[in-house]
């Protein structure tokens, strides 16, 4: 069996025809397996879904109950069959009920990575390296540029300017699923105790994720109508980046905008939103883990999706592995 009658990029999205699903489909279809709960990857509308128990329930928070006609939960390393195609989910350490999907057939086995990430991260299941014929991976941030810094570094910038200015209210920007709470859980693991007043868009999921085991410290509502302004002098705020351009984010007092994402690599893109103290922080591979996954999985083939594609299908050539772009259309960085 060739890889592309296993698997194939199709209108949808990335197409099982021997199985009748469609792997992160971008448009409504009748059967769905997502990786993940971020907006691109995981959108309301499909017949059924199969997804982590986690993503099910971050879809259930981010478009309520109907989201799917109805709803199946897999376990990691769980083996299901669907119409004589095994499916297992692994792993992908990107966020919270994060998983890549392995799909196979007759010993062909095409994974799926959907969003990874290889750097410890407490708040999600950490990346597990899955052997296969194919793998499916994403590029991001794949240029030889990208070489993301330690993110515990990055939030030591954040205390030293916390220090620096005392009075001034640090605005943190943090995309609402995955990164606010991994800005939050770095804080904590840094040493800071006090509270961390959160913008509303983000207490439902800080909510699941402590629900969910994942110690966050106490979190408390950026609300100022309701407070005395003078309690955020000084103190961390954390919301989504939409929020820091309205009215909201000016009423703080003497605000230091900060924005968490691998983008702040690029001082060009900081500068153009008004970043004053950008964190090079990524839920994403930079260059080398990407280069380091695939020597270390050793695939037949690579096909890559959204993201710089060309520069990792390039790479994947000089070291003599079959590779080529899927050109897949409709995923953004969210996670990033």
């Given at each position: 069996m060739r890889p592309d009658q296993l698997l194939y990029p199709a209108p949808?999205?990335?197409f099982c025809p021997i199985g009748g699903f469609?792997?992160?489909?971008?448009?409504p279809v009748e059967r769905a397996l997502v990786t993940h709960g971020h907006s691109d990857h995981a959108r309301a509308g499909h017949g059924r879904v199969l997804a982590t128990r986690q993503t099910l329930d971050i879809m259930r928070i981010r478009y309520g109950d109907g989201f799917a006609g109805s709803e199946q939960a897999v376990g990691f390393g769980e083996e299901l069959t669907i119409n004589s195609v095994r499916v297992q989910f692994h792993p992908a350490g990107h966020v919270l009920?994060?998983?890549q999907i392995a799909v196979e057939k007759d010993g062909l086995r095409i994974v799926v990575s959907g969003d990874y990430k290889r750097r410890p991260d407490p708040t999600c299941a950490a990346y597990v390296p899955v052997a296969c014929d194919v793998f499916i991976t994403e590029a991001t941030f794949g240029l030889p540029v990208f070489h993301h810094p330690d993110p515990m570094d990055e939030t030591e910038k954040l205390l030293a300017s916390l220090r620096q200015f005392p009075e001034r209210t640090h605005l943190i920007g943090a995309y609402a699923l995955g990164k606010a709470q991994r800005v939050i859980r770095l804080l904590r693991d840094a040493g800071y105790s006090k509270p961390i007043y959160i913008h509303g868009a983000l207490e439902t999921l800080c909510g699941y994720y402590a629900g969910q085991g994942i110690v966050l410290g106490e979190l408390l509502p950026a609300t100022i109508e309701s407070r005395d302004q003078s309690i955020f002098k000084?103190?961390?705020?954390v919301g989504p980046p939409s929020a820091f351009s309205d009215r909201w984010a000016r009423r703080f007092y003497d605000p230091l905008p900060a924005f968490a994402s691998g983008w702040m690599m690029v001082r060009q893109r900081a500068k153009q939103l008004g970043v004053e103290l950008p964190l090079v922080i990524s839920d994403h591979c930079d260059?080398?883990?990407l280069t380091e996954t695939i020597s270390e999985l050793k695939p037949g083939e690579v096909w890559v999706t959204h993201g710089r594609e060309e520069a990792l299908v390039r790479w994947c050539e000089l070291q003599g592995i079959p590779a080529k772009p899927l050109h897949l259309i409709g995923y953004e960085d969210e996670g990033d």
């Open positions: 949808e999205g990335l469609y792997v992160d489909p971008v448009r009920g994060s998983a000084g103190a961390v705020v260059w080398p883990e």
